[in-house]
Nanobody, 123 residues
Framework: QVQLIESGGGLVQAGGSLRLSCTAS????????MGWFRQAPGKEREFVAQ????????TYADSVKNRFTISRDNPKNTVYLQMNALKPDDTAVYYC????????????????WGQGTQVTVSS
């Protein structure tokens, strides 16, 4: 049974930092790219960051470039998202998933979504 468990969210002031973690189980974690996605109230879920299976290459949404860093630890089946210089617009529920590229650009999540972790940035 595939499981994705996100953690590390919380309430932080603008300009602050958080580190999210996601632990996966039930599939060959180390064999696939992983991604972080987020969904703000009243909006569709959107792509945030992606990392290849080896960790050698990463891709970011323009809105988080140079502020967020995605990384992974394959022996621990865990992917991380270091978020710095947080803004109120970053407020959302954050999800991890196995990431696959869309033919039209961007990425989507392949597996059933987990519960996510809430990030709230106050101004």
């Amino acid at each position: 049974q595939v499981q994705l468990i996100e953690s590390g969210g919380g309430l932080v002031q603008a300009g602050g930092s958080l580190r999210l973690s996601c632990t996966a189980s039930g599939y060959n974690f180390g064999g696939y790219p992983m991604g972080w996605f987020r969904q703000a109230p009243g909006k569709e879920r959107e792509f945030v960051a992606q990392i290849t299976w080896s960790g050698a290459m990463t891709t970011y949404a323009d809105s988080v470039k140079n502020r967020f860093t995605i990384s992974r630890d394959n022996p621990k089946n865990t992917v991380y998202l270091q978020m710095n210089a947080l803004k109120p617009d970053d407020t959302a529920v954050y999800y991890c998933n196995r990431a696959s590229a869309r033919s039209t650009g961007g990425y989507f999540g392949v597996l059933p979504w987990g519960q996510g972790t809430q990030v709230t940035v106050s101004s």
